[in-house]
Nanobody, 128 residues
Framework: QVQLVESGGGLVQAGESLGLSCAAS????????MGWFRQAPGKEREFVAA????????YYADSVKGRFTISRDIAKNTVYLQMNSLKPEDTALYYC?????????????????????WGQGTQVTVSS
């Protein structure tokens, strides 16, 4: 089992920045693909960003491309999401997720079904 704990959420104004962290513990592995997803009230959970086990490859949702950056510190078993130029539509509960090792890091890592472990979420609220 892998436990994921997100932190760093909060209330900010539009245009400001916020950084999220996701600490992994338990049966951790550097081979996990990691992702961030978000879910706004009344909406389905949607993909935000993903990063490969090597941190060489990343995917981003079109809605956050150029504003959000995903990164990971393998030694600390921690994944980060730096969010800049935040918009009210970024308001959501943000989840960190980990995927068991796969033969390749691909766009499958942009879908919720690829992930095996989830954190409890951290709330991000952006006021206009």
């Amino acid at each position: 089992q892998v436990q994921l704990v997100e932190s760093g959420g909060g209330l900010v104004q539009a245009g400001e920045s916020l950084g999220l962290s996701c600490a992994a513990s338990g049966r951790t592995s550097t081979s996990y693909g990691m992702g961030w997803f978000r879910q706004a009230p009344g909406k389905e959970r949607e993909f935000v960003a993903a990063i490969s086990w090597s941190a060489i490859s990343t995917y981003y949702a079109d809605s956050v491309k150029g504003r959000f950056t995903i990164s990971r510190d393998i030694a600390k078993n921690t994944v980060y999401l730096q969010m800049n130029s935040l918009k009210p539509e970024d308001t959501a509960l943000y989840y960190c997720a980990a995927a068991e090792p796969r033969p390749a890091f691909s766009n499958y890592h942009t879908t919720t079904g690829t992930y095996d472990y989830w954190g409890q979420g951290t709330q991000v609220t952006v006021s206009s």
